[in-house]
């Protein structure tokens, strides 16, 4: 049983609090755990489920929200957030990582960070908040952690890509290309990536990931997301803004945990900004 600080801030941020302990805790239980717990059922099925749960939400929602896109694109909004590093990601900024059991053996070797251990517990809770509130719970769920993000993927062609969506817009708004500077940390198995965006040498996002290319995604969906705030003040950037009027706080990103929004304060990464509510079913 995890600590129940960690169970709330985590029930917080996934936005429900679960009324059902087994299945939370089978949906907890990666299969190294069970290894040394032969009394324990894993989480795959579990994650089975969850697969066809959170597919079937994000593909009714798409169809129904967006009725000009063709059949093309609505594959591409869809796999955009149905993906293991999306899951990951979204995994990551919820704090699932710290609330898994795992053995000895897969927790020593980073397991709480793997992109592949992440994406599958998020599939298994999902299949936790279905089956303990039913479907309406799971897509109130579903639609708070990836919601924005499919937004975002069916604005058009790159929606997801935002080092092309900030290429495209430095180019426009400062007539200079984003710069990117990237550092990591960790031992090889479970290293994590750090990345900062220049624009004219100005740092205007952080982003955080379990790949190099992670981070800067994040880093560039931060700044992308800050300058598209600032309407047009000139080529000199952004002028006299609080960080606090660009939306959300900075946020993380794991292996993403979700990048942050607005510029980088110096010395700083981003951190986590989820709020949650109580989706609990009434």
């Given at each position: ?113 793997k992109t592949s251990i992440l994406s599958d517990a ?23 952690l990836f919601g924005e993000r499919i937004a975002d ?130």
């Amino acid at each position: 049983m995890m600590p129940e600080g960690d169970r709330d801030r985590f029930e917080a941020l996934l936005g429900w609090s679960f009324r059902d302990e087994a299945v939370v805790a089978q949906a907890l239980a990666h299969r190294s755990w069970c290894a040394e717990h032969p009394e324990v059922a894993s989480n795959e099925r579990l994650e089975f489920l969850g697969d066809a749960v959170l597919g079937i939400i994000v593909t009714d929602h798409v169809y129904r929200t967006y009725p000009a896109l063709q059949e093309g694109h609505l594959a591409k909004v869809r796999a955009s957030v149905v993906n293991a590093d999306v899951l990951a990601e979204v995994a990551t900024r919820i704090e699932l990582g710290p609330c898994l059991a795992l053995g000895k053996g897969e927790d020593a070797s980073g397991g709480r960070e793997k992109t592949s251990i992440l994406s599958d517990a998020l599939e298994a809770i999902i299949a936790a908040v279905y089956l303990d509130g039913g479907l309406e719970a799971a897509r109130s769920v579903v639609m708070k952690l990836f919601g924005e993000r499919i937004a975002d993927a069916a604005s058009g062609p790159g929606g997801d890509d935002y080092k092309t969506r900030l290429q495209e817009l430095a180019a426009q708004r400062f007539e200079k290309l984003p710069r990117y500077q990237v550092s990591d940390e960790g031992p090889d198995h479970a290293k994590r990536f750090f990345a900062t965006v220049l624009i004219g040498g100005e740092p205007r996002g952080r982003g955080e990931g379990g790949s190099k290319k992670q981070a800067e995604q994040a880093a560039a969906r931060a700044a992308w997301r800050w300058l598209s705030l600032q309407g047009t003040e000139g080529a000199d950037g952004p002028k006299g803004t609080d960080e606090a009027d660009a939306g959300e706080a900075p946020g993380r990103v794991g292996a993403e945990g979700a990048p942050g929004e607005g510029p980088p304060s110096d010395g700083t990464r981003a951190g986590s900004a989820m709020g949650g509510t109580n989706a609990g079913a009434t």
